[in-house]
Structure formats: structure tokens, C-alpha cells
């Protein structure tokens, strides 16, 4: 056997047909995607990417939370070099947010076949459960329970949006597996992703090396008020939840510009009760998102909040209460896994920058059992959880092969002699 496998290429069309094939599952208007974790559309999905795993000769597990991964034999047994992602969506997703990881995972193994190229190691492709968190909180739940970070038990009992629990929803779609969590320790771990932000659209970067994770923040608040008639009460009479609401929207703002540098925050998602024209609210819900790649500055910010909202319950009246959905600290990656990533990109001639990941991701959990890394590719214009999140075939044949030359190092590649 020889040590090389320079100039081996990933098959850019090939991975493009399987980016599309999966996007016709949970189709939606203007050519986005819709597959809700444990849905029938992520099932539909899931079927489809477990068959071509074994299409491609792998050994395919399932585990307690659902999570999928397919794994190509090494010369040594042992812990596998993963890659990876998720292939559930938001109710408005593109097609491109977790599933490049994922199907360019499967293009790497595939190209190893055609090659024949043995790893010293096992190679592993995985897609983790629930990694959006759109119906089921917290996000990136699967890769949570994977590494022993949520305990498996309580995160089957979880209710979703629609009232339905992981467990039920698990077994329904034929996805409750037996391999057990927590799941082995990975060798190492790394993740091709689109950036989901303006950085390398707008600087005209290739790769985007990721040195961090920043932190995130949600809490659902809930806000009791009294309901009464738009026309007949005062408004300084008003016990008004609404009102209450509208100016935490607006406090999250504020919060978020004062605080500069990468603080940023999000009231996604708000409801109104008994939600009439003509009636004073005397319950909303809404959720914050708080993120920052600092910790001490994120703490500062939560705490803020806390005293506006204790400011607001005493002026206005009202009953508050927060209820923490999901609270991740800033995930650093190992130096030795950046330095990787960047010095593959260079020599395949593309351009870099490192940068932290403003989104979550599940290489954040794995960062917590392994040296874990990404490689980010540019989003035109920035845009992703919409229709219109968009990257260029060339980026996206650009971060398959610097994920291809990375995994061949961690793993251990040679071809055959003469190959």
C-alpha cells in the first residue's frame, strides 16, 4: 500500500443528484423544505439516506434517540473518524442547512470506494435527531443524548409544539433503535456546513475555518395579564400581557445593540390570548434567543433581562414567568483541528478565513468527547431557514473536498500501490 491519495476528488455531480433527490422530500413552495423533526417528512427522509448508507457497503446503527450512523470498516477496530450533521429542518428551511454535511459524508465514502482507497481507522457518517429544535426543545438534542450531555430518559418525555413526545414519535416512524446512548467517542469529528451568515458571500472566501461556537440563551416567558374590553378600559387601567410583550420584543433589541460586539438577540416566536381584536391579552408567550461567543458577556445579558422583566411584573401588574428551553456555554474548537482545516483548504488553493459559527451546531456537542472541527462554505447573501438559502455548486464541491482530504488524514487513507 502506498500513503497517498493526492489528487483524489470527490464526485461534484454525483453529490449535487443526492442534495436533490433529498430535497423532493418535504417539499415546499419556492424550493425550500420543510421536514420537521420525527415528522412523516423526516422519516421519508431518513429512509433515503439510511438506504443509500447501505447502498455504499456500510454498517448502519440506530440508537434510544433516533440518531442514525453509518459506519466504513478501518483496517484497526477501534473509535471512528466521524462526519456529519442532520437532515431535519425548519417548517421554512432551505436544502441545503445540516444535509451538505451529511450527503458530502456520504460522497467522501463513496469516492473512497471508487478509489479503493482503506482507511487505518473506521470512517463514520452520521445524522443526528432533532439537531433544528423547531418542534422539540432544546436543539441539537440528538447529538446531546449521543454524548451523555442530556440524560436519554427525560428527553423522551419531551413534548413538542403539537403536544406529541419524542418517545411516541421515535416509535411511530420505526426509528426508537437499540444501539445504546450515551454513543461511542468519535476519534475526532468534523462537520462541512453552509455558514447560514453574510461573512464569506460578502468577502468573497472560499472556506470558512470555525474556531468556535458562540453560546446560546432560550427562554420562553410567560406573561399573565387580565383580559378586558378594548373600548371601555382605560389605559391606564390595563393589565395588558400584550403590551408587556411588545416591550420585551423591544428590550431584546435594545439589550442586544447596547451590548455590541457579537451579542445578538431574537424574540422568534409570540402568541397572544384569547388573541381578538377587540380584547385586551391577558396571557402571551414569546421566546428569546440570546447568543454570544462570549460567556461572561452572555451571562450579563441574561441577568439583564431578568431585571427588566421583574421591572416590567412590578409596573405593570402582571404575573412573569421563564421557563430556560436550552442554555449552551461558547464551544471552543481544538487548535490542532483548525489548523487541520486550514491548512488543507490552502493547499487545494482556496481561499480562508477563521471565523466563530453564530448558529449551533451539533460538532459543539461532539467538541464535548473528541477533537471536533467544521468547515463553513459561503450562503449567498447570508440567507438560510428560508426557501431562498442558496450556495454555489463550486463552494459546494470545495468544501467536499477539503472534508475529503481532512478525514483522509484523520483516518489514516492509502490506495493501493499502482492506484
Request: aromatic share 4%.
Amino acid at each position: 500500500m502506498t500513503s497517498t491519495t493526492s489528487g483524489l476528488k470527490i464526485n461534484a455531480g454525483r453529490l449535487q443528484r443526492r442534495l436533490d433527490d433529498l430535497a423532493k422530500i418535504g417539499a415546499i413552495e419556492g424550493g425550500g423544505c420543510a421536514r420537521l423533526a420525527l415528522t412523516d417528512e423526516d422519516k421519508a427522509g431518513r429512509d433515503l439516506v439510511s438506504g443509500w448508507m447501505r447502498e455504499l457497503g456500510l454498517a448502519v446503527t440506530v440508537d434510544a434517540i433516533g440518531n442514525v450512523v453509518g459506519t466504513r470498516a478501518g483496517r484497526q477496530a477501534g473509535a471512528p473518524v466521524m462526519t456529519g450533521s442532520h437532515i431535519d429542518t425548519v417548517r421554512t428551511g432551505g436544502r441545503y442547512d445540516g444535509v451538505l454535511g451529511v450527503l458530502a459524508g456520504l460522497e467522501v465514502v463513496e469516492s473512497l470506494n471508487d478509489a479503493g482507497v482503506a482507511t487505518e481507522h473506521p470512517l463514520a457518517v452520521a445524522f443526528f435527531t432533532n439537531e433544528e429544535g423547531s418542534r422539540f426543545a432544546p436543539d441539537m438534542m440528538g447529538s446531546l443524548v449521543y454524548t451523555g450531555q442530556l440524560p436519554l430518559g427525560g428527553t423522551l418525555a419531551v413534548r413538542g409544539i403539537d403536544g406529541t413526545r419524542i418517545g411516541d414519535d421515535l416509535r411511530r416512524i420505526g426509528y426508537a433503535g437499540s444501539a445504546p446512548v450515551p454513543g461511542p467517542a468519535p476519534r475526532a469529528y468534523v462537520e462541512l456546513h453552509i455558514e447560514q451568515g453574510p461573512v464569506l458571500d460578502h468577502d468573497g472566501v472560499d472556506i470558512g475555518v470555525v474556531n468556535s461556537v458562540q453560546g446560546i440563551s432560550w427562554t420562553e416567558i410567560e406573561i399573565g395579564g387580565v383580559s378586558n374590553h378594548a373600548g371601555t378600559t382605560p389605559m391606564s387601567l390595563r393589565c395588558d400581557a400584550g403590551w408587556v410583550a411588545g416591550a420585551i420584543v423591544a428590550y431584546v433589541r435594545e439589550l442586544a445593540t447596547e451590548l455590541g460586539g457579537s451579542q445578538v438577540g431574537t424574540v422568534g416566536r409570540i402568541e397572544f390570548f384569547p388573541n381578538l381584536i377587540n380584547v385586551v391579552p391577558n396571557r402571551a408567550v414569546l421566546t428569546v434567543d440570546l447568543r454570544n461567543t462570549s460567556e461572561e458577556t452572555l451571562r450579563l445579558a441574561e441577568a439583564r433581562l431578568d431585571e427588566h422583566l421583574a421591572a416590567l411584573r412590578d409596573a405593570e401588574k402582571v404575573q412573569i414567568s421563564t421557563r430556560r428551553l436550552a442554555r449552551f456555554a461558547p464551544v471552543p474548537f481544538a487548535p490542532q483541528m483548525i489548523n487541520l482545516v486550514e491548512s488543507h483548504a490552502r493547499a487545494q488553493g482556496f481561499t480562508t478565513r477563521r471565523l466563530p459559527s453564530g448558529a449551533g451546531h451539533d460538532a459543539q456537542m461532539l467538541a464535548a468527547v473528541c477533537p471536533a472541527a467544521m468547515i463553513f462554505v459561503p450562503s449567498v447573501e447570508g440567507i438560510s431557514h428560508n426557501v431562498r438559502e442558496f450556495t454555489h455548486p463550486h463552494h459546494i464541491e470545495a468544501g467536499a473536498n477539503v472534508l475529503l482530504s481532512v478525514l483522509c488524514e484523520l483516518a489514516g487513507a492509502t490506495r493501493p500501490a499502482g492506484a
